[in-house]
DNA sequence: ATTAGCACTCAAATTAAATGAGTGCTAATA
DNA sequence: TATTAGCACTCATTTAATTTGAGTGCTAAT
């Protein structure tokens, strides 16, 4: 069978109409939405060659059709037409900020409020080089370790010395931290680099291995693959996600991090880099996503280092707000990258 | 009409079996549970003058009897024994870690865990003084502002200068900065302050202020009343709190840290300072709340600053086993801050 | 003072009936 | 040949009626 013009009308029409009600849609609805002048016995007909190529369903006899997750992939391949960009929503949606942590939280933040789903933003994962390293007695036995990675991710460490030290010595390390590992990345530091400061480093060799540790730590923190979200509980207003205990449990998934980041690389790695991926129901990684749809996009750094931005929300989205939001968002980040503006990361 | 100790005994079993089971309670069952044998005819007449004092109620005439909030005021104020500290609960429950900020939200996980309820912890309200300041330039126009207050409370600041700035320059307003700031607490630093700065900094008075005005906002975020939050999911697992709808909006006052930031302090305000309170459906402040119960505990520094430790569960709370934790907690925390083990404070 | 016994109440569970949106099929129509 | 009017049929949902049973209050006997 040909899936014909008015065969994709009136699945665009289903579609769009379950989208926006959702219930499902009957024919006589279709008959008086669409443009087409078709009874409703036409459209039944149609309907029920739409249904057996498999892009709707009845969820029972005597009701409507609704979209298949086959059906919604299709629209979003395919009939959806974007959303034309109004001008005032052109308009700039971010603040500027100087540092990437902040400027991260809030793109979560805007997309969650404007599309009222639940959003995710990962930090871009780059080789981040050490920018600015220092070292400071703050009492009198606490070293304070100040570092800053490229993007402006500021690291404290502080670090507990039992041998009381001078500013002099404060000072020495600082030199000897700063020669070794200014524009330095994690993979630099390797054992071999270890050896070589020790060595440089005489009678303090020992302190140093406290200090160095410490260090390594902050700088590996600020390479650990950062994930802000936003509007988790925006998942609640959504009912038709399954049961209570169902979205409880994608609730807390999306609340720990660590699992949230191991989906966001599951559908990263399935990109096949053209930019926003559409994750539909079973395509979607994660047991609980069933009946969720996941909608990412990727922005890009100047070096080429890329980050995530994901939406995680009912089947039934608004797939072209969505879409055409996270466009937006993705091209004002990357203007903002290019340009330097805002999160400041010229080594 | 008096309580004498069987209606108290009764009482108390009805609350206990009732706090277990979440139903309502029935003479039957009460007249086997205890041991006073008595058949179930006599705990009826009882329970109808327990219900005729105000401490239980029916939720409709052929049902048992549920409490009332006046019957879970006496129960929490008078009959609930509190848990016998088995000898392992005693063993800590807190990692130690160097800065508070982790502290807190190791507490509020820990507690969550422990209790599956949501918890809320504030940092200690105290008049921070600044410890240690420093100013360095990280870049071409970027200084960076690393001011540690006492508690070790960290915050960077990075400052976009417009002047061209040398090392030197640097080290002055270093000194400067030093010299007026360094054990002052954000009431110290007003207009005058900054006008005898000013008046010290000469030729660089136009780039102070910047430079000043980061500080003081730095300063002013670490003296902010920061709360951390844990377990928010747990409201989930408690249907008798509402419908959806509401439950969703208390997960949101939860989640927005303004708003209960004012909760917090309005449970504080009425607190008594005996350490632990506990407010009951209509006690707890904020409007979705009136099926929930809020149980508060006040940790102290040796300084005198205090902080709370709040948990949110529904009315039907296991309170006997929330308090010992939270007793428990607190004495922990007030331990680690009396020894200065853990954060350091020492200023 | 306590308790056995019994009639009574009412939420909740179960069953039955009514409703109505929507379908598929057929026969008439353009 | 494609479209459509018409009609019987299906089945989730709604509404009403019925049954069940836990639990009560009262009374009379112990």
Redesign the interface.
Same mark, same amino acid.
């Given at each position: 069978m040909e899936l014909d013009e008015r065969k994709k009308k009136i699945l665009k029409a289903i579609i769009a109409n379950y989208l926006e009600t959702g219930e499902p849609v009957g024919s006589r609805t279709i008959s008086k939405y669409t443009d087409l002048n078709l009874s409703s016995a036409t459209i039944r007909n149609e309907m029920a060659d739409l249904e057996e190529m498999g892009y709707i369903i009845q969820p029972h006899t005597s009701a409507g059709r609704i979209p298949t997750d086959m059906g919604y992939r299709f629209y979003v391949d395919s009939l959806m037409e974007e959303k034309v960009d109004v001008e005032e929503e052109k308009s700039s949606l971010l603040e500027r900020v100087?540092?990437m942590e902040l400027l991260l939280k809030q793109v979560a933040k805007v997309l969650a409020y404007n599309t009222n789903y639940a959003t995710m933003v990962t930090a871009p994962k780059y080789k981040k080089t050490v920018?600015?390293i220092?070292l400071?007695k703050?009492?009198?036995?606490?070293l =304070?370790a100040?570092i800053?990675v490229e993007g402006?991710i500021?690291k404290?460490k502080?670090i507990?010395v039992n041998v009381e030290l001078d500013n002099e010595d404060v000072l020495k390390f600082n030199i000897l931290l700063n020669t070794f590992l200014q524009g330095a990345s994690l993979e630099d530091i390797n054992l071999e680099m270890i050896q070589a400061m020790k060595a440089q480093s005489g009678e303090y060799a020992p302190i140093l291995e406290d200090i160095f540790s410490g260090i390594v730590d902050a700088i590996h923190d600020a390479n650990e693959l950062e994930i802000y979200t936003s509007g988790?509980?925006n998942i609640?207003?959504y009912?038709e996600i399954g049961d209570?205990r169902k979205?409880?449990e994608l =609730?807390?998934t999306f609340?720990d991090k660590n699992e949230l980041s191991h989906l966001i690389e599951e559908t990263v790695s399935k990109a096949d880099g053209t930019g926003i991926q559409v994750y539909i129901g079973e395509e979607a990684p994660g047991q609980n996503m069933k009946d969720c749809s996941i909608v990412t996009a990727t922005y890009k750094m100047p070096e080429g280092a890329e980050g995530t931005i994901g939406i995680l929300g009912p089947k039934r989205m608004d797939y072209k707000k969505v879409v055409s939001t996270l466009k937006n968002l993705t091209i004002e980040l990357d203007e903002i990258f290019k340009k330097g503006e805002g999160v400041?990361d010229?080594?």
């Open positions: 100087d540092r920018k600015f220092q400071s703050v009492d009198i036995d606490n =304070l100040v800053v402006n500021i404290n502080l507990d988790a509980t609640l207003k009912p209570i979205t409880s =609730l807390e609340e400041n010229d080594g």
